[in-house]
């Protein structure tokens, strides 16, 4: 490994504990300042999204798309019911559709407004206010985590065949087995220390997680890659932008949403398959 490596490595190592101290204490709290944090990420998506694709043309069309995400958020922020939210949202997207068939200028803006809205809907809703939502999001943050450093570094280590060449030349079919394994271990450690006792069942959702979390960095990638830019923004030492981060992320929260909603409730999807 070169000085070059190293140092970008040691950067990157860094900048996620800092980041991992901050997002572990608003976990904590629940409630409203996590609400917070799932409206910043998603503002912070979709300000990235734009900006990777922003032309004199479309300008416009991304600032009003822009005011449709804010309301899904106040109505987030507001603590309405999970109904409403997502009420909200749809009307949001079906209004940004009118706006691109109106103007002609496409749905790309819409797409966004899309992945930034339910990216905060399932992070918000699955943390709660309660006990069982903060044992589900820690569940989800050692499943993705334990996944995307592992398939890092065994992807590093052993290299081999590339898992999608044409969208992410870097990653490599050894990488993607070794993280799902690491994020299968870690979800079940997670979920036996907090005391949760259908581990076979989260077993199942912590492979499923590990999975679309990489398939999640995989969309990232292809649209950098449709952009034209290696990262997402420069926020983050060593990161990129918030979508680099947490492309994973988000993509299984949506997942672990949509799973625990059908056993727990829009409203409180965690007691569905954290019952504590």
């Known amino acids: 490994m070169s000085a070059a490596q190293l140092s970008n490595l040691q950067l990157r190592a860094l900048s996620a504990v800092v980041l991992a101290i901050a997002v572990l204490g608003l976990t904590w709290l629940g409630g409203l ?7 910043l990420i998603s503002a912070a998506i979709f300000y990235e999204w734009c900006a990777m ?6 300008a416009s069309y991304q600032m009003l798309t822009a005011l449709f995400l804010a309301a899904v958020l106040l109505a987030l922020l507001a603590g309405l019911p999970a109904a409403t939210v997502l009420l ?4 949001a997207l079906v209004a940004s559709i009118a706006v691109g068939l109106i103007r002609g200028q496409g749905s790309w803006p819409t797409i966004g407004l899309a992945y930034a809205g339910f990216s905060a809907v399932s992070l918000a809703f699955l943390r709660g206010s309660d006990h069982s939502g903060l044992v589900a999001i820690l569940f989800l943050f050692a499943t993705v985590w334990a996944t995307d450093i592992l398939a890092y570094f065994v992807g590093r280590t052993i290299g081999g065949p590339k898992l999608a060449p044409a969208i992410s030349p870097g990653k490599t079919w050894s990488g993607a087995i070794g993280g799902a394994v690491g994020g299968l271990a870690a979800g079940l450690i997670a979920a036996a220390l907090a005391g949760v006792s259908n581990l076979p069942v989260l077993a199942f959702a912590a492979l499923l ?8 960095d995989l ?5 950098k890659r449709r952009c034209g830019v290696k990262d997402s923004g420069t926020v983050i030492p060593g990161h990129g932008g918030v979508m680099d981060r947490v492309d994973g992320l988000v993509a299984a929260a949506f997942a672990l949403y949509v799973i625990s909603w059908m056993a727990g409730g829009a409203d409180h999807p965690a007691h569905g398959l954290f019952p504590l």
Request: net charge positive; glycine share 6%; hydrophobic share 55%.
């Open 33 to 39: 300042p996590f609400r917070l944090l799932a409206a």
């Open 209 to 216: 997680l590990s999975v679309v979390s990489q398939i999640g």
């Open 88 to 91: 909200v949202l749809v009307g």
């Open 219 to 223: 969309f990232e990638s292809w649209v």
């Open 53 to 58: 694709s922003r032309t004199v043309a479309n």
